[in-house]
């Protein structure tokens, strides 16, 4: 079964920092292109990052580019995503899925930007 654990949300205020973890399991996670995602109240799911199965090709929305950062680590089964420079716009619950499999996505973790 895959299991997907997403942390390191919280309430931010704008201009700070967070760093999202995904711990996966269940699936052979090196094998997988990675992606994250997010919702934002009343809103749709949007695409924020993906990342190849060794994490040498990433792209991004165009939103958050030169402000967040994926990485990941294959030893570890770990997804990462550094968030800088934090918008009220980015006000979401983040899920991190396997590329092209959003329905992966379990509880999330919810980052909040206000002052």
Not at 54 to 76: L, M, P
Not at 94 to 102: K, T
Request: glycine share 12%.
């Amino acid at each position: 079964e895959v299991q997907l654990v997403e942390s390191g949300g919280g309430l931010v205020q704008p201009g700070g920092s967070l760093r999202l973890s995904c711990a996966a399991s269940g699936f052979t996670f090196s094998n997988y292109a990675m992606t994250w995602v997010r919702q934002a109240p009343g809103k749709g799911l949007d695409w924020v990052s993906s990342i190849d199965s060794g994490g040498g090709s990433i792209s991004y929305v165009d939103s958050v580019k030169g402000r967040f950062t994926a990485s990941r680590d294959n030893a570890k089964n770990t997804l990462y995503l550094q968030m800088d420079s934090l918008k009220p716009e980015d006000t979401a619950v983040y899920y991190c899925v396997r590329n092209g499999y959003w329905d992966d996505r379990d509880q999330g973790t919810q980052v909040t930007v206000s002052s």
